[in-house]
């Protein structure tokens, strides 16, 4: 099966500027993730949908990120204005349907630097 | 809240030999699952080992093997026969159990592992 797509790989923007990643799960994974992970730590989680609900985004900056899962499909993660300390990876992972199901299959991040 | 704390930022094994990657976890609950993923420099992370908390026997999975300690909440992997492969950063991740609504992970900081030749 095909695995989790992102898109870009990498991106540079200045800061105040606006931009946008696109995430493709695991078909039939009802659960999206969105990371960001800077230089030297591990991910943070930053949202889980579940289909297209938001299940957790307590640690979503909300002034200047949002994220939207339409259909329970893909995903698109955007940041409007950026700021020096989003530079970043940005990874998006998604899970299986069923509850017992525990495993994330990660995709291969966008590596965001801003300038 | 859960923490989770990988207290080694580097290690260095020779190819061949066997290493010890330590974690430590902090948790008030009894239901949760543990895992390590292994992040190569290409970046995509890929699930190592998985531990459910439930289990007093402690998993493998070929040369990959954990050392759970629940009372101590530790929670270290043991990489046997080491290869130029396994070089990568190692992270360390604790989810609650699947009662508890969401399934949001906890990472740690990573552990990066070079295999010398």
């Known amino acids: 099966e095909a695995g989790v797509a992102q898109s870009p790989r990498y991106k540079i923007i200045e800061k105040r500027q606006s931009v946008a990643f696109w995430c493709n799960p695991i078909s039939g994974h009802a659960t999206l993730y969105w990371y960001q992970q800077i230089l030297g730590q591990g991910p943070k989680l930053l949202i889980q949908f579940q289909n297209n609900g938001v299940v957790d985004d307590s640690q979503l900056p909300k002034d200047r990120f949002s994220a939207e899962r339409l259909k329970g499909v893909d995903s698109t993660l955007k940041i409007q204005p950026a700021k020096l300390e989003d530079s970043a990876v940005y990874l998006c992972a998604s899970s299986p349907r069923t509850t017992s199901s525990y495993e994330q299959y990660f995709g291969p991040g966008t590596r965001l630097t801003v300038t | ?117």
């Open chain 2, 1 to 117: 809240a859960q923490t989770v704390t990988q207290s080694q930022p580097e290690m260095s094994v020779q190819e061949a030999e066997t290493v010890t990657l330590s974690c430590t976890y902090d948790t008030s609950e009894s239901d949760y699952y543990l895992f390590w993923y292994k992040q190569p420099p290409s970046r995509q992370m890929i699930l190592v080992i998985r531990q459910e908390a439930y289990k007093q026997q402690n998993a493998t999975e070929n040369r990959f093997s954990v050392n759970f300690q629940k009372a101590a909440k530790s929670f270290s992997l043991k990489i046997s026969d080491s290869q130029l492969g396994d070089a990568a950063m190692y992270f360390c991740a604790y989810r609650r159990g699947s009662t508890s609504g969401t399934y949001k992970y906890i990472f740690g900081t990573g552990t990066r592992l070079k295999v010398l030749a």
